[in-house]
């Protein structure tokens, strides 16, 4: 039974930073790759940034220079250091995990398991 539980979010003023986190459990193998997405209100949900099995990364790029993706292997823990924080950045933050290696995307149709969501609110 795979999970994904996300933690870390909250609210802070603009210029501000935040971490999180994502542990994942219950894969028989580790994952393609992982991943974080956002979604707003009324929004379509977004990919941020991901992080494939050999440590490569890709990001949005209206978050370049500001997030970082990173994982720790040991604990199957996946992050998310944001900095210089926007209200445009305001969003509930995802963890997902996509299982096959086909392509190293930022698109969440192609992401097989997902967390339920951290809210991230910028002022």
């Known amino acids: 039974h795979v999970q994904l539980v996300e933690s870390g979010g909250g609210s802070v003023q603009a210029g501000g930073s935040l971490g999180l986190s994502c542990v994942a459990s219950?894969?028989?193998?580790?994952?393609?790759?992982m991943g974080w997405f956002r979604q707003a209100p009324e929004n379509k949900r977004e990919g941020v940034a991901a992080i494939d099995i050999d440590g490569s990364t890709r990001y949005r790029h209206s978050v370049k220079g500001r997030f970082t993706i990173s994982k720790a292997i040991s604990n199957n823990t996946l992050h998310l250091q944001m900095n210089g924080l926007k209200p445009e950045d305001t969003a509930v933050y995802l963890c997902?995990?996509?299982?096959?290696?086909?392509?190293?995307?930022?698109?969440?149709?192609?992401?097989?398991?997902w967390g339920q969501g951290t809210q991230v609110t910028v002022s």
């Open positions: 997902a995990a996509k299982s096959d290696s086909s392509a190293f995307v930022l698109d969440s149709d192609e992401y097989d398991y």
């Open positions: 219950g894969f028989d193998d580790r994952p393609y790759c």
